[in-house]
């Protein structure tokens, strides 16, 4: 089975490849290694959520949310792959980096960035299985709660 093929499957459907908001590119080829840029949780152009992210603070994105915010951001890494080399020309997930927008206090950055972990394991099995960096940061570009970047091996 393609993982053209797994996505259908899943009834996951690539968004389109989010355009960049500064000077870069979705994603760069080296060998046989794609680096994609970091990616923020984009639909259609606008953020899902906005803030840091703690536990049980008005004002404050719920970790859950910042966890499925984190699962857009890596269909948005994959849609960036997927637009230089082809979905279906991945190996294997090498790495997950993510950075998490931590209200103080906040220690559950590996628990939001699951949300993009989980989803790569759902689409590529063992292939999906990756070394990873769960970051806090005090701020990410445009006010989003997670940003997520993917290394992957292609063919």
């Known amino acids: 089975m393609t993982w053209t093929e797994k996505l259908a499957e899943l009834g996951i459907a690539l968004p389109p490849v989010v355009p960049p908001v500064a000077s870069y590119t979705p994603a760069v080829r080296t060998g046989n290694l794609v680096y994609t840029s970091g990616q923020l949780p984009m639909v259609d152009g606008e953020l899902t959520a906005r803030g840091k992210v703690s536990d049980g ?83 990410l570009p445009l006010g989003a709660p997670v940003e997520v970047e993917l290394i992957v091996e292609v063919a």
């Open 57 to 139: 603070a008005e004002g404050i994105v719920d970790p859950q949310v910042a966890t499925a915010a984190a699962r857009v951001c890596a269909l948005n890494a994959l849609a960036a792959v997927d637009a230089l080399v082809g979905i279906d020309s991945v190996v294997r997930v090498v790495k997950v980096v993510g950075f998490v927008a931590s209200a103080p206090g906040f220690t559950g950055q590996p628990g939001v960035i699951n949300g993009a972990s989980f989803v790569l394991g759902e689409i590529f099995g063992d292939a999906g299985v990756h070394a990873r960096s769960a970051v806090g940061v005090s701020e």
